[in-house]
Every structure is written in C-alpha cells, then in structure tokens.
C-alpha cells in the first residue's frame, strides 16, 4: 500500500540531509524519493548519513522544478511548520497518513512534500498540494529538522499501512472515476484564472488573493476526470461566449 507514495524533498541545502531522509523512509518500507533541485547531489555525506538505504538513494529522481516532480500525482500534501495566514486544509501526520493509505490502495499517485530547511514551502509551492501536514511540536522549542519530520509521517504511513484492509476491485457501487492529476490541475488553474479575466471579473492588475483562493476551494474539492473535463468545457463554452460579437 506503500508503493505509490512519494517523498519529495524540494532544493535540500545539506546532503546529509538526504541520506538521513532515505534511511529513516526505507525503515519505514518507503522507496520513492523524488529531489527537486538539491544544492549538492550526489555527495559522500549522503550516501554516509544513509547507513545502508543506499537503494533508496541509487533510484532517486533528480528533477529541477517542483511541478516535474509532482508530474502525475493525483493527491499531494505539503509538509509545513509554518501556519499560514491564508487558511489551508489542514492535517496532522496521522490523518495525513490516513488519506495518503487509502489513496495509494486505490492506485492513486500520492506525494508528501517536503521544504528547504530553513524556510520550508513557499506559498506558491503549498499551493500545489490538497493539505498541508503540520506536526504539532513544543510551541517553546519547535525546531524539527527534515528527517526528523519525514521519520514522523513515514512512521504513521507503515502504521496505516498496516490497519488498513485492501479494497476489492469493483465492490463500490459506481465505476472508480481516476482523479485529475497534478498536471491536469495546473492546466485547468491556467485556464480558470484566463477566463475570470476574460469575462472582466478581475483585474489582473489588482488580483489580490482571488488566485489563491479559487486553488484552495478547488484543491479542497478534489477534481476527478470527468469533473475536470466538465469544467473546463465551461470554461471554454463562457470564453467563447464573450468573445462572440
């Protein structure tokens, strides 16, 4: 239930860091590591701090933009210490690993995202995700470094995986509809804020945080295929009727 879940580390500044990441996923029965932009990979120091998940390492993507690494996903959560101003779906590492299980039973691609140490996700990458994952810490000392965190969500993915009971191909009551994936929504996101523009509704000089806005309610939603299709041929049927003399 595992095998479809992704950790994804985004322009990791230590390499240390990394190999302390693919050891604590693959205690954890994890294999897929994804790294966006890593300051400095390959490195002896990650393949040191790895202690033996030199596996997990060999077979990590290397990509160089956050969107290539979600390429295909169809649920994403962004790790974050940091609460933000602008409310976001919210979960904690045990409902985060919750939703990701049952996903990934279904087949699903899923993708628990992880920020720079420092500074963790910007705003524009929290965006991309359904949830943001919070682990409550001591509010007086709250300094968890990254594989310290990828250690408490992987621990609560195996334990998932371990309650959870497999759901047999056809025992709904409707035809699973595959959901849209990460791609699919940034081309709808593209397209929805073309049309709100279009349509005179907003100032693209004075967009203020309708951008954000329209991504929470639509991630908080969750598009499958056909919704996806449906909305934007409603996009594309009310850009054509304003355009039409």
């Given at each position: 239930m595992l095998n479809n879940i992704r950790i994804v580390l985004v322009s990791t500044t230590h390499p240390g860091n990394i190999g302390a990441v693919a050891r604590a996923m693959k205690t954890m029965g994890l294999t897929r590591l994804t790294l966006v932009a890593p300051e400095k990979y390959p490195h002896v120091e990650a393949t040191a701090r790895a202690s033996g998940a030199d596996d997990v390492l060999a077979h990590a993507r290397i990509v160089a933009s956050l969107d290539e690494a979600l390429a295909g996903c169809?649920?994403?959560?962004?790790?974050?210490?940091?609460?933000?101003?602008?409310?976001?779906?919210?979960?904690?590492?045990?409902a985060c690993a919750a939703l990701a299980v049952s996903a990934s039973a279904a087949t699903e691609e899923v993708a628990v995202v992880f920020g720079r140490e420092?500074?963790?996700?910007?705003?524009?990458?929290?965006?991309?995700?359904?949830?943001?994952?919070?682990?409550p810490s001591n509010p007086a000392f709250s300094s968890l470094n990254i594989a310290a965190a990828?250690?408490?969500?992987?621990?609560?993915?195996?334990?998932?995986?371990?309650?959870?009971?497999?759901?047999?191909?056809?025992?709904?009551?409707?035809?699973?509809?595959?959901w849209a994936t990460a791609t699919e929504m940034e081309q709808f996101y593209d397209h929805?804020?073309?049309?709100?523009?279009?349509?005179?509704?907003?100032?693209?000089?004075?967009?203020?945080?309708?951008?954000?806005r329209l991504r929470r309610l639509f991630n908080r939603a969750r598009l499958d295929k056909n919704e996806f299709n449906m909305l934007r041929g409603i996009l594309a049927a009310a850009q054509a009727r304003h355009r039409a003399p």
């Amino acid at each position: 239930m595992l095998n479809n879940i992704r950790i994804v580390l985004v322009s990791t500044t230590h390499p240390g860091n990394i190999g302390a990441v693919a050891r604590a996923m693959k205690t954890m029965g994890l294999t897929r590591l994804t790294l966006v932009a890593p300051e400095k990979y390959p490195h002896v120091e990650a393949t040191a701090r790895a202690s033996g998940a030199d596996d997990v390492l060999a077979h990590a993507r290397i990509v160089a933009s956050l969107d290539e690494a979600l390429a295909g996903c169809h649920l994403i959560f962004g790790a974050s210490a940091r609460l933000r101003t602008i409310p976001w779906p919210q979960v904690d590492a045990r409902a985060c690993a919750a939703l990701a299980v049952s996903a990934s039973a279904a087949t699903e691609e899923v993708a628990v995202v992880f920020g720079r140490e420092q500074s963790g996700l910007t705003n524009e990458e929290l965006e991309r995700c359904h949830y943001l994952v919070h682990i409550p810490s001591n509010p007086a000392f709250s300094s968890l470094n990254i594989a310290a965190a990828v250690q408490v969500v992987t621990y609560e993915l195996m334990m998932a995986s371990l309650q959870a009971q497999p759901v047999a191909a056809g025992s709904g009551d409707e035809e699973h509809v595959p959901w849209a994936t990460a791609t699919e929504m940034e081309q709808f996101y593209d397209h929805l804020w073309q049309t709100v523009i279009d349509i005179g509704f907003v100032d693209p000089a004075k967009p203020r945080l309708l951008a954000r806005r329209l991504r929470r309610l639509f991630n908080r939603a969750r598009l499958d295929k056909n919704e996806f299709n449906m909305l934007r041929g409603i996009l594309a049927a009310a850009q054509a009727r304003h355009r039409a003399p």
